[in-house]
């Protein structure tokens, strides 16, 4: 299988990494689980668990490094000034690394965005925020709500645009329209080991599903079973059994 990896700038951070997986297909963009490197996808063996569709020219995977670590994982730091942080990662992401996936897969029809735990916010984020880049979003085992991360301080509007569960309840109009006819959010959960405590994944996807339904955006909640775990052999399964249908 074709690996390549660089390093690139990042915003204010010094380098990230990009690596991709793959000759030809749709392009799929995946962040890490929280603070993770972009290798933590093929070292808990997601990229093994999804290589027929890579080594049979369906997909090209491209990951990338998280800065978690400054940003929602960093609780000395105000809620609020961690979401202005955060947008900082969302440049780099839209700024430097689609740019990238562009050149490098000329003619696409979209890039499918996925991750785990807080990879999942990542995706999904991605994908209600700007639709048209990221027309397909699967989050495995997320929390979408930004303040529940042992939040603190006033929040104000960069909180509000980085956490689906403020912003999604406020679309309206022209802009709810574009997100309905562009987004297709898929949100993956067990009902297993550390799915309601302390990751709140379970809860957090029925939230999410909650707000999409109440704004007509087109997704879907897949429930797993009680032995389902918040951990990547699951995670491996649900991708595999997902991911088919969209490349």
């Known amino acids: 299988m074709e690996r390549v990896q660089v390093e690139v700038d990042t915003e204010g951070t010094g380098r990230g990494t990009i690596i991709r997986y793959g000759h ?15 290798w933590d996808f093929e ?22 490094d998280a800065i978690d670590h400054l940003t929602w994982s960093d609780s000395s730091l105000s ?31 979209g890039i499918v965005t996925t991750g785990c735990s807080m990879g ?27 303040t529940s ?25 022209s802009h709810l329209d574009w997100v309905r006819a562009h987004a297709n959010i898929l949100l993956v959960v067990g009902q297993g080991a550390f799915e309601v405590h302390p990751t709140r994944s379970l809860p957090g996807a029925h939230q999410l599903a909650d707000l999409l339904s109440q704004k007509d955006i087109p997704h879907e909640l897949d429930l797993w079973g009680h032995d389902s775990a918040h951990d990547w052999p699951w995670w491996r399964k649900q991708l595999a059994h997902h991911l088919p249908r969209f490349c």
Request: hydrophobic content about 40%; aromatic content about 10%.
């Open 149 to 173: 991360w042992h939040g603190w301080g006033e929040m104000g509007e960069a909180t509000y645009f980085a956490n689906p569960c403020a912003y999604v309840p406020g679309m309206e109009g």
């Open 24 to 38: 030809w297909g749709r392009p799929m963009l995946v962040f890490p689980s929280e603070a993770g490197r972009a």
């Open 120 to 146: 999942a916010y990542h995706a999904v984020n991605s994908g209600l925020k700007r639709p048209d880049v990221f027309p397909v979003a699967i989050g495995l085992s997320g929390n979408y709500d930004t």
């Open 79 to 109: 809620t609020e000034e961690r979401a202005r942080r955060h947008t900082a990662y969302e440049r780099w992401i839209l700024d430097t690394v689609v740019p990238r996936i562009d050149a490098d897969s000329p003619g696409h029809h």
């Open 43 to 64: 070292n808990n063996g997601m990229i093994d668990a999804i290589a027929h569709l890579i080594e049979g020219g369906r997909l090209k995977v491209y990951a990338v």
